[in-house]
Nanobody, 127 residues
C-alpha cells in the first residue's frame, strides 16, 4: 500500500513552533484533499487541517484555527503544516493523509475516507 512520506516534528517548549512536511500522493497536485490528523493513545484520530489540490480551499478544526497553517507546494508535491504557539495539549502523533476523490464537506475530517497515510511523526510540547 502506498505510504506518504512525512518529515518534521520533534520536541518544543510551549509557545514554540514546528513545521511538518508530507510528500503528496501522485494525484495531490491536481485533485483531492490532503489532511493532517493527530492521535494520542486511547483517543480517536482528530482531523486538524485540510487543503484542496488547488490550494485555494483550506479547512481547520477549531482546536488549531489561528495557530496552524496548512499549505502546499504543487511543484515539489509537498503539503506542509506550520504549527505555531504550540501547547502541551498539542502533544500527539501527527499523520498526513490523502484522498483522490473530493469528499463531502462533512467528511473532510473523517479518517476513514482517506486512501493513503503517512507513517506518522511525534510532536511533543513541554511546559
Amino acid at each position: 500500500a502506498q505510504v506518504l512520506e512525512q518529515s518534521g516534528g520533534g520536541s518544543v517548549h510551549a509557545g514554540g513552533s514546528l513545521k511538518l512536511s508530507c510528500t503528496g500522493a501522485p494525484w495531490t497536485p491536481f485533485t483531492g484533499y490532503t489532511t493532517w490528523f493527530r492521535q494520542v493513545p486511547g483517543k480517536e484520530r482528530e482531523g486538524l487541517a485540510a487543503i484542496y489540490a488547488g490550494g485555494s480551499s483550506t479547512f481547520y478544526a477549531n482546536s488549531v484555527k489561528g495557530r496552524f497553517i496548512i499549505s502546499q507546494d504543487k511543484v515539489k508535491n509537498i503539503v506542509y503544516l506550520q504549527m505555531n504557539n504550540l501547547q502541551s495539549g498539542d502533544t500527539a502523533m501527527y499523520y498526513c493523509a490523502a484522498r483522490e476523490m473530493v469528499p463531502e464537506y462533512e467528511d473532510i475530517f473523517r479518517s476513514d475516507v482517506y486512501d493513503v497515510w503517512g507513517q506518522g511523526t511525534q510532536v511533543t510540547v513541554s511546559p
